[in-house]
């Protein structure tokens, strides 16, 4: 075994016994503390779970190398997956916490009075998050089969037994605290590399201020201006400026940011804390610890994708470094002689062409292509593992509390105990686990453009509904659930015309439909449009309707001070 | 509980939102997306001001606006006497 391949094995088994033993600690013994940890998580506390339970495997594993063959454009990510936090703490996080139940359904049913409402929220609810887990267990799997050398389904059994384990038993306390744990080593994990590379090549050890640096060679030309140049030559666009359209970026970006801030399992969080300004402050905390990779990124992405060029463009195959071949066994980078010549021809024209490079090669390689220690490869896999972990185990319990809390309790079986419930939340969230196991082992061919597109339902469902639920005392619930309805059907809708051609042929025929998009936005930004269809259907209907009953509006007006919910019962 | 209060208090709640909130705006959407080409050509070191904004200035941003919320609407609670310890 190499020094590597030992090295992962120590620091994931040392992680997952980690995780194990924070879940024995903290097992939780009443429903309060299985949805939302009992209510008394601290501020920082919550941040740090907040930020493991939203950077997923696709943050950690894929953000960096999308970045960087996007170069600028890679934007929409950076800003879309941070501004949401701004609108989740001035819009959203304060008056959810002080409206105080357990789940978003729940908002949205009592803020309705409605149980129609409920259910389409949990459907809601439902199909954003089974989506999103398992490109999660998918992720599990492959980092599994590309360092420690098992099969990705053997890999997806281990992730799923451990999520098992820590979720069933702990819920939402036994979740905040593995998350904790988790961000520890996912951002140790991430920062690493970025600092080692970042000093190799700029002599600057923060990668923030790396990337815009001069090269260590001495030459005295600024690193950014250096890929400019080589990216040009190559016949790529230049990196520091977009190929997409100006509209459809604000679109895109738009609809990342709305749809980060009504994703149920970020906003179930804000549950957790005791007060209405812990809910503000851990907001802030939680941007705060997201920022220090989302920001680290981008610095990741210019230095693995300048390195690449280096190492690879115009070289001697036989010539290349030990990586190379390693990482060609997994599929993930490639090389076709066309021309013969031995070298490899890496530019733009896809007839010259000769490289293949999977995104992921960009994370999961980095340290190896910089030629970086043993053990900071090492870290590469347990951080990984970290971020796939934290992000399942908060969506399952979304999918868990739906349904045993909103569905079960709430509509189907209002009579059940505490324990009952207790015990439907336990054996939901173990059928959760099982069902993204099998997503995980089988993978439709469609999740990872599924998982890009969960954000355009939440956006296009939830956050409308709440958003006018907190800010618009009069809005009732016909407008609400016509709004959620005609929003996230229309947005299903773009997804199958434009994303999978179902209208018109199949796969295949979506390139050819790239002409026919609406305004010239991608179903990636159609998220934006859905949403404001959703916000004007709402109102239209609510204004030929009937006002919400008295008490509905006194909880409006409730849920927007701060101080406790005694004294404002008053009149 | 005094009816008068409440709408005062929510009425600077929302004037503080809509200030951070266009600023939110004014970073992003503006200097990022939409006047991206125009701070492009001004410098800031090795980076382009509007490439600089787009994958790093609004994310620092962000953070400080959300702090700066916290800060106002503690302050406000305390002045109308929402704050609970």
Redesign the interface.
Do not use: C, N, W
């Given at each position: 075994m190499s020094d590597v391949q030992i090295w992962t094995y120590v620091l994931v088994a040392l992680s997952f016994g980690l995780y194990i033993g924070i879940a024995i600690w903290s097992r939780a013994g009443s429903t309060k503390e299985f949805y939302v940890a009992g209510g008394g998580v601290s501020p920082l506390a919550n941040g740090m779970a907040t930020a493991a339970d939203w950077m997923s495997a696709a943050s950690f594993i894929s953000m960096a190398g999308i970045?960087s063959f996007a170069g600028?454009d890679?934007?929409v990510y950076?800003?879309g997956w941070?501004?949401g936090?701004?609108l989740l703490?001035?819009?959203l996080a304060?008056y959810l916490r002080k409206f105080g139940k357990f789940t978003v359904p729940d908002f949205i049913g009592e803020r309705y009075y409605s149980k129609t409402a409920r259910v389409v929220a949990v459907f809601c609810a439902l199909i954003v998050s089974f989506t999103y887990v398992a490109g999660q267990m998918r992720g599990v799997g492959i980092v599994f089969s590309r360092y420690l050398e098992v099969d990705i389904n053997t890999g997806v059994v281990i992730g799923m037994v451990i999520v098992l384990f820590y979720a069933v038993l702990g819920g939402m306390k036994g979740i905040t605290y593995t998350q904790v744990a988790q961000y520890c080593v996912l951002i140790f994990a991430f920062m690493v590399p970025a600092i080692f590379i970042s000093i190799q090549m700029t002599g600057n050890p923060i990668p923030?201020l790396g990337?815009?640096?001069?090269l260590s060679d001495g030459s005295g030309t600024?690193?950014?201006?250096k890929l400019d140049g080589l990216s040009t030559e190559l016949g790529f666009a230049e990196y520091?400026?977009g190929s997409k359209s100006?509209i459809d970026?604000?679109a895109i970006?738009?609809a990342l940011m709305v749809g980060t801030a009504g994703l149920p399992h970020v906003i179930v969080r804000f549950f957790t804390v005791k007060?209405?300004?812990d809910a503000?402050?851990s907001?802030?905390l939680a941007?705060?610890f997201i920022?220090i990779l989302?920001?680290t990124a981008?610095a990741v992405a210019v230095f693995a994708r300048t390195n690449l060029i280096e190492t690879v463009s115009g070289k001697e195959y036989d010539e290349m470094p030990e990586w190379f071949s390693r990482w060609e066994t997994t599929g993930l980078i490639a090389h076709e002689d066309k021309n013969g010549d031995g070298k490899i021809q890496y530019v733009a024209a896809p007839e010259v062409n000769e490289l293949t490079v999977d995104r992921d090669i960009m994370v999961l390689a980095n340290p190896e292509i910089a030629d970086l220690p043993a053990w900071v490869i090492g870290l590469i896999a347990a951080g990984g593992l970290a971020a796939a972990l934290s992000t399942a185990a908060g969506l399952l319990l979304v999918i868990s509390s739906s349904v045993s809390h909103d569905l079960i309790k709430n509509v189907l079986n209002p009579g059940l105990s505490e324990k009952g419930e207790l015990w439907a939340a336990r054996i939901s969230a173990a059928v959760a686990v099982i069902i993204a196991g099998y997503f995980g082992i089988n993978p439709p061919g469609f999740v990872a453009a599924v998982v890009a597109l969960a954000f355009g339902l939440a956006a296009a469902s939830f956050f409308p509904a709440i958003i006018l639920g907190i800010f618009y005392k009069k809005m009732n619930s016909q407008g609400a659930i016509s709004g959620m309805v005609v929003g996230l059907c229309l947005m299903l809708f773009y997804m199958m015309k434009f994303k999978f051609g179902i209208f018109d042929g199949g796969q295949e025929a979506v390139a050819g439909l790239q002409g026919d998009w609406w305004f010239g936005i991608s179903p990636e930004g159609f998220g934006t449009i859905a949403m404001l269809v959703n916000f004007i259907v709402a109102i239209a209907v609510n204004t030929f309707t009937n006002d919400p009953p008295e008490d509905v509006q006194e909880i409006v007006?409730n849920i927007?001070?701060?101080?406790?919910a005694g004294?404002?019962v008053?009149? | 509980m005094n009816t008068d209060l409440r709408k005062k208090y929510w009425k600077e709640n929302l004037k503080y939102l809509s200030i951070l909130l266009a600023i939110w705006f004014l970073v992003s959407y503006g200097f990022g997306i939409l006047l991206v080409d125009e701070l492009n050509t001004i410098r800031m070191g090795g980076f382009k001001l509007g490439f600089w904004f787009a994958q790093q200035g609004s994310i620092y941003v962000f953070v400080i606006l959300i702090f700066v919320y916290v800060r106002l609407m503690n302050k406000l609670d305390k002045k109308y006497g929402y704050n609970e310890e």
């Open positions: 970045i600028y890679g934007a950076l800003m941070t501004g936090y701004v703490a001035l819009l304060p923030q990337f815009g640096d001069t600024y690193l950014l201006d520091t400026s100006t970026i604000f970006t738009l007060r209405v300004r503000r402050k907001a802030g941007l705060l920022a989302y920001t981008p007006e927007r001070i701060p101080s406790g004294e404002a008053e009149h | -």
